[in-house]
Nanobody, 126 residues
Framework: QVQLVESGGGLVQAGGSLRLSCSAS????????MGWFRQAPGKEREFVSS????????YYADSVKGRFTISKNGAKNTVSLQMDSLKPEDTAIYYC???????????????????WGQGTQVTVSS
């Protein structure tokens, strides 16, 4: 049974930092990519970042590029999202997800992902 468990959300002032972690279990993820998505109240879920488990290749939404950094730890089966220079518009529930056999055209679309975590709230105050 695959489980993705997020942690690290919270309340931070604008300009501050948070680090989210996603602990993955239940299978081998070497052929997967791991992604972070977010959903703000009244808005659609949007792609934030993803990383290929095998190569470490990383991708970012334009809105977070240069501020967020995704990384993986194979030994611990975790994926992290370091979020710096946070803005109030980053406020959302952040979800970790996993996609099997990822392709460049598929990793930015949430519907293509196979497994999802329960989400963690990030609130950035102005």
């Amino acid at each position: 049974q695959v489980q993705l468990v997020e942690s690290g959300g919270g309340l931070v002032q604008a300009g501050g930092s948070l680090r989210l972690s996603c602990s993955a279990s239940g299978r081998t993820f070497s052929s997967y990519a791991m992604g972070w998505f977010r959903q703000a109240p009244g808005k659609e879920r949007e792609f934030v970042s993803s990383i290929y488990w095998s190569t470490g290749a990383a991708y970012y939404a334009d809105s977070v590029k240069g501020r967020f950094t995704i990384s993986k730890n194979g030994a611990k089966n975790t994926v992290s999202l370091q979020m710096d220079s946070l803005k109030p518009e980053d406020t959302a529930i952040y979800y970790c997800a996993a996609i099997a056999n990822p392709r460049a055209f598929s990793i930015r679309i949430g519907a293509n992902y196979d497994y999802w975590g329960q989400g963690t709230q990030v609130t950035v105050s102005s």
